[in-house]
């Protein structure tokens, strides 16, 4: 019988943070092309922790003020916080290098509300 050890990165108090499940943050969208979402933007992360430290990326989805026929069909989930307005888009989620990219925490998304967001995500990825 193999036993195998699982290794798990746990950062030292002076390493810097590492983004996870349901962290709203400020990120920079740019470069972009064609209708992605560009400049600097809210998002809530999807991704959890040990993914972004173990590659240095981070699932988004951005926040946004626009998108109305979304919100009219119930597809985007209102943010509810001190520091951000507007809706959480699952239909324009990105990876990106968060350290290459300013990414920036500002605040944490309601349990309720980020498993909608979750919901809304396994529709648009199932089959």
Do not use: W
């Amino acid at each position: 019988m193999s036993s195998k050890r699982r290794v798990f990165l746990i950062p030292k108090s002076n390493d810097p943070y590492i983004l996870q499940k349901q962290d709203i943050v400020y990120n920079d969208f740019d470069p972009s092309g064609g209708r992605e979402i560009n400049k600097r933007k809210p998002a809530v992360v999807v991704s959890n922790q040990l993914y972004s430290s173990k590659t240095g990326f981070v699932a988004v989805c951005p926040i946004t003020n626009g998108a109305k026929h979304l919100l009219d069909q119930g597809l985007l989930v209102p943010v509810v916080s001190k520091n951000v307005t507007g809706y959480v888009n699952p239909f324009q989620l990105h990876t990106f290098d968060y350290q290459k990219r300013n990414t920036q925490k500002v605040d944490f998304m309601d349990t309720a509300d980020f498993q909608k967001v979750v919901q809304l995500c396994h529709y648009i990825f199932d089959e």
